[in-house]
């Protein structure tokens, strides 16, 4: 049954169960990619978002330059050998797959050599190690891993097509952030919108001139975006595609950081204080800083903005010494 | 409330074809040639062209059909609007099809609409509204303006200035502070006791006058007070949005075009990171401005609760992103740009003046806010 | 009028080696690790570190030889603060050394100087000022401590908030309303009817308590009202100034480096273009807010007649600029920065809170327009 | 006596005469680089602001890209025959010599082929158009040059090394623009500072705080740019070197867009107006073209932004395709 649904078929079972963002993500990679033997396994689970899941792509040397990845998967008895370092792996814990990209062709070009894998995190040869954010939190972690054994048919698409597989999955990613997914330090209570006119009137400086100026512009980039969110609908239900989602992050990215900006301005020097004895300030602090989670994780803004000139605008691919080399020559490994 | 006084509302295929032919127009007949002859013209605007958009039955604009108007409501006025803001049209539309036809489509006088939409509407009486004091603000407390009666007739005195279209209109309506409410006019292009000064405009596609009046006589549009004034001034401020949005995305994609095509150091200069992430910035904008241009016409067209918040979003919205986009796309250009003979400068001067007409961005913020606040409480 | 109570200025080769030998201490004694460890203290602050400071004799930096201070003037001090501001100092230079010492140098009272600054002085005793009320604004109208005579005694009543160092001082200097005038008022550490309550703050090399006072026993510092308070507040200014621009030239110039070392896409990422043009444009803020602490820092040594403007300047260009850097270096960074073990938070989080401290840019961009104005008129 | 004279010399008789940009630049230019008949001839005349000079650089498709220039000089009986196209000339009618660049080796790599040329203005074969400027200014022209003739001892350095030439002439117009050159329009009255309190002040606009606060902040980035030249000076003075002036003519770019804003945002809807009649609204509305000749002319922004990263910073050069071909094959010339 599995192999009959299409993204939209995968989109409206999402939907209807208001699947969160990562769960969106591995439904789709793997209603897409995954094998007829995973996906009778594991799809009916994952549309209901009954499995947890961690994206296994970063490493210390690949972070903007994702097809840089070291991580090597090598063919063994059942399957596949993985050996290497990823970072920036939230909910590795609790993940029970990690959607990983890893190196299968050291000699091929850097982006075609790569494979993506659904990685089986509870096996010996996975340690997760959580690593602290500057907010303090430990929100995600390092995993090493060190012949951690993917059974054959959880390769995901192709061998050496796994670069593929990573697009399609950051573009679920991107739109998920774009759309503003978790701005606020988990356990606050209210909705993920800050109310900035609540907070200045709570202040007292709602009749501060500089402060409505900044409230009033940091609430229209907000609206903006949402207004573009809305054509995007339109413009997908109307022609099936729309570039609009891919300029959500970007806008997302400023949003968060001028939040943070006017909720310091209303604060002034509150905004020196923190912890829970001070909400106000901790709002604003946290999100100052978990601001960078939008601006930089997923793809930075410059990189971002890379890809709405390469892809939306059609304007040149920016050069790329090593694109073209063998992997094994390029600068990620002779440094 | 619906914003739209014209009427049932026209289907979308209408529209479609509506759109359709005002592009092939403005396209056929709107080319920089013909903007920069006409903005160098005696009458500041093309003559020509506008009487080929009165046969095509978009002149009175925002007038109702029996009245021999387009009928068109917020989403339709929008949508022309890009498409004139695009080409930088140099024509009456916004003074005479969407102010002057939509006041009178707004007030309560039958008589009035009978007798001076037709014309409006056929191009042979070109239409303005002159409101705004010196100040320049497009609000109730900047008409300085009064009108007296004696028995059944009125006079105008002061000032009225920014009034577009001003010096060539044929018909004035003038907003004025009659017995302490605001009142429209109707005053003759050869009223004794007005004087109209034509002002020399930064951009000259869109000529303005100050015009002085010392006891002009005038009639009184009856239902036009602050109300209708209102609720044309909302319908103006969708149009103008229109406009730069359009204008923002036509000067963009001449932008984009010459970035890959101008090279430099060997290759397109929009391979150039700089330039590539100023683009990226800039298509936010530009798809913010449609967005919000478009928000606010469906809004008013359906009489949303929040028409109020997306007008004001889209005139400051749209205006910033016009400004904004018109100023980089010659920096980005470069020392082409800088000459009299490329285009960039008309959509600059353009973004500029549109930037400030009805009013500026921190006046449209403040009321953006304003409005959230109240919806709020 | 010159802002320098301490004296004979020290000459240039004096302070270049006063500077050096603080550079040198801050190099082997001050790194990121022994930040990290003070910050996480209980004191909040280096001891050791205080301790080698005072024994350089810097710990009274404000106040004169004659105490046992170091006799410093806004230039010497600034330069200093850029040294401190650069390590992320965690001690209180700025409470104790400037706000302190400097109102007691400012100050009438030679006989408090020569009781309080000794001990200030040795670093046997930390001292801090207790000024601003709840709103944060360190201007007089902020001050909400009150002071009640009876006979020849005084008691304090109110909050003073916001002190840095304020639970860990073993001296107290409050400013306080009294009969009309603010004065300035010691506290012992022990004081009754004082309660110090030390706050969580967002920068954790910053230390802060907020005081109360009810009936709290205080003894007059003669001479040392509004304006010897605003002459030491403007020493603190340019202090802080000079603080900003050093912690903004070193967090740029870890960030420069960062983009020469890190490879991706083959190449070092300081080869893009986008990271270049942002590097570009901070230096000129690094640069500028070098310029405006010194500027001022001059100014007000040799009491000409801009120093009130350049002081206001100084304020908030280094406040600006140093959030502005500190902000692009943790999104230059990419992804490691997002680390708690990196660095480029700690800037971040100092840039955030010298921004706040002794008033906001806003506040100081205000104040500067108005010093132009008067000069203007 | 002409050669004696060390870059510090001609700087001080330049000063002691309160001698303009263009005549440093060529002053500076000329004692570098002219032949010993040249200074002789010349440098007397030059020093005191007595010769008026021309810019012959920027060509069509050579702007921010001067290395590409087209402009050919050819060996010919008694000097050089130059056949090109200029543009961005200011002066060249009046110009007794244009300071020109041109292309001597066509096999060379594009920095490597160029060389620089005192060139007389007033012979057949030079033929100056005046250009119109946004602003509505004819201060620019473009130059036709066909077969024109150069003295061969009017050579400036030597052949094939004429881009070193260029830096040193075009780092002495920066440093011009930097410190802020004309920024009115011509025959205004007042000193190039814009008042911008006094604005502000005559427009009941001065206790806005919207205004205040642009106001501030326009104010202190020109006093922060003094400030920094102020330090430039005594760096100078102190070590002989100082990198600030480097930065005056971004900053400046800033500064002159800024004032144009502030100064709109004072008039509100007057600066719909323009001409004589509305000096107010006619001084704002140039000032805003205007400035684009500080964020282009001279090199946009962004090549300043490029050569502060690179020379400044040390941040690698921009890749250059076509650094190293030799300039026939560049696609300057084979499109």
Redesign the interface.
């Known amino acids: 049954m599995s192999d009959d649904l299409s993204p939209t078929d995968v989109q409206a079972q999402l939907d209807a169960n208001a699947a969160d963002t990562m769960t969106r993500i591995f439904a789709h990679t793997v209603a897409a990619f995954g094998t007829e033997a995973v996906k009778q396994a594991l799809l009916p689970r994952l549309l209901a978002g009954g499995i947890p899941f961690c994206l296994l792509y970063s490493e210390p040397g690949a972070g903007s330059d994702l097809a840089s990845v070291r991580t090597r998967a090598e063919r063994a008895e059942g399957g596949w050998r993985i050996t290497g370092q990823k970072v920036w792996t939230s909910g590795a814990q609790t993940a029970e797959f990690g959607l990983l990209l890893a190196r299968t062709d050291w000699d091929a070009p850097k982006h075609k050599g790569l494979s993506a894998f659904l990685t089986p995190m509870r096996q010996a040869g996975v340690d997760v190690r959580p690593l602290c954010q500057i907010t303090g939190e430990r929100h995600f972690n390092e995993v090493f891993i060190d012949g951690a054994l993917v059974p054959a048919d959880h390769l995901l698409g192709q061998v050496n097509e796994g670069w593929k597989v990573l697009q399609s999955a950051l573009g679920y990613e991107r739109v998920g952030m774009g759309a503003g997914a978790s701005e606020r330090r988990p356990g606050s209570v209210g909705d993920n919108r800050v109310d900035l006119i609540a907070l200045a009137h709570g202040r007292g400086r709602l009749a501060d001139p500089l402060i409505r100026h900044q409230l009033a512009q940091a609430i229209a980039w907000r609206q903006l975006n949402a207004l573009n969110m809305d054509r995007a609908r339109a413009e997908i239900t109307a022609s099936g595609a729309s570039s609009l989602p891919s300029l959500g992050k970007l806008a997302m990215s400023r949003i968060l950081h001028g939040d943070a900006r006017v909720m310091t301005a209303i604060l002034g020097a509150a905004s020196l204080l923190d912890g829970p004895e001070q909400p106000d300030a901790e709002d604003a602090n946290y999100r100052a800083l978990h601001a960078y989670m939008t601006s930089i994780g997923g793809g930075t803004d410059q990189i971002q903005r890379n890809i709405i000139a390469e892809r939306i605008l059609g304007l040149p691919r920016e050069h790329e010494a090593d694109r073209e080399l063998p992997f094994r020559e390029s600068r990620a490994v002779i440094g | 409330m619906t914003a739209n006084p014209v009427g049932a509302p026209i289907d979308h295929e209408d529209q479609a074809a509506i759109r359709e032919s005002f592009r092939r127009l403005l396209a056929d007949h709107g080319s920089e040639v013909a903007v920069r002859r006409a903005s160098e013209s005696d009458t500041g605007y093309d003559t020509g062209l506008w009487r080929r958009i009165s046969a095509l039955g978009l002149a009175a604009l925002a007038a109702p059909v029996e009245h021999g108007g387009a009928g068109a409501g917020p989403v339709l006025i929008e949508s022309l609007m890009e498409a004139a803001g695009a080409a930088l049209l140099c024509a009456p539309l916004l003074s005479s099809g969407v102010l002057a036809a939509g006041l009178l489509a707004n007030s309560a006088d039958e008589a009035a609409k009978a007798r001076l939409l037709p014309p409006i509407a056929s191009g042979e009486r070109l239409a303005t509204v002159a409101l705004?004091g010196e100040?320049?603000?497009w609000t109730p407390d900047d008409v300085t303006v009064v009108a007296v009666r004696s028995g059944d007739a009125w006079r105008l005195d002061g000032v009225a200035?920014?009034v577009t279209h001003g010096a060539q209109a044929d018909l004035l309506l003038v907003v004025a502070r009659a017995e302490g409410d605001l009142q429209t006019f109707e005053v003759a292009a050869d009223a004794a006791g007005m004087r109209r000064e034509s002002?020399?405009?930064?951009?000259r596609t869109?000529p303005?006058a100050r015009i002085t009046f010392e006891g002009a006589p005038a009639s009184l549009i009856a239902g036009a007070g602050a109300h209708a004034l209102e609720r044309t001034l909302d319908l103006a401020r969708v149009a103008l949005a229109g406009e730069q949005a359009g204008g923002a995305r036509r000067v963009f994609d001449v932008t984009?075009d010459y970035?890959?095509t101008r090279?430099?150091?060997?290759?397109?200069?929009?391979?150039?990171?700089?330039?590539?992430?100023m683009?990226?910035?800039l298509?936010?904008e530009v798809?913010?401005a449609?967005?919000?241009a478009?928000?606010a016409a469906e809004a008013l067209e359906d009489g949303s609760a929040e028409a109020e918040?997306l007008v004001n979003?889209a005139a400051?919205?749209c205006a910033d992103a016009f400004s904004q986009v018109a100023?980089a796309s010659?920096?980005m250009h470069?020392?082409?740009?800088?000459?009299?003979?490329?285009p960039?400068?008309l959509y600059?001067r353009r973004a500029?003046?549109d930037a400030?007409?009805l009013?500026?961005s921190?006046h449209y913020?403040?009321r953006?806010?304003s409005a959230?606040?109240a919806a709020?409480v």
Chains 1, 4 share one sequence.
Do not use: C, N
Not at chain 2, 199 to 203: A, I, V
Not at chain 2, 263 to 277: D, E, M, S, V, Y
């Open positions: 705004t100040r320049g603000l200035a920014f002002l020399k405009t930064f951009d869109q303005m984009i970035l890959k090279i430099q150091f060997g290759r397109p200069i929009g391979g150039f990171q700089a330039l590539k992430h683009a990226a910035d298509l936010v798809e913010s449609a967005s919000a478009r928000g918040a979003l400051f919205a100023a010659v920096q470069g020392g082409i740009a800088f000459t009299w003979d490329h960039a400068h600059l500029r003046a400030e007409l009013g500026g921190d913020r403040e953006y806010l959230l606040e709020h």
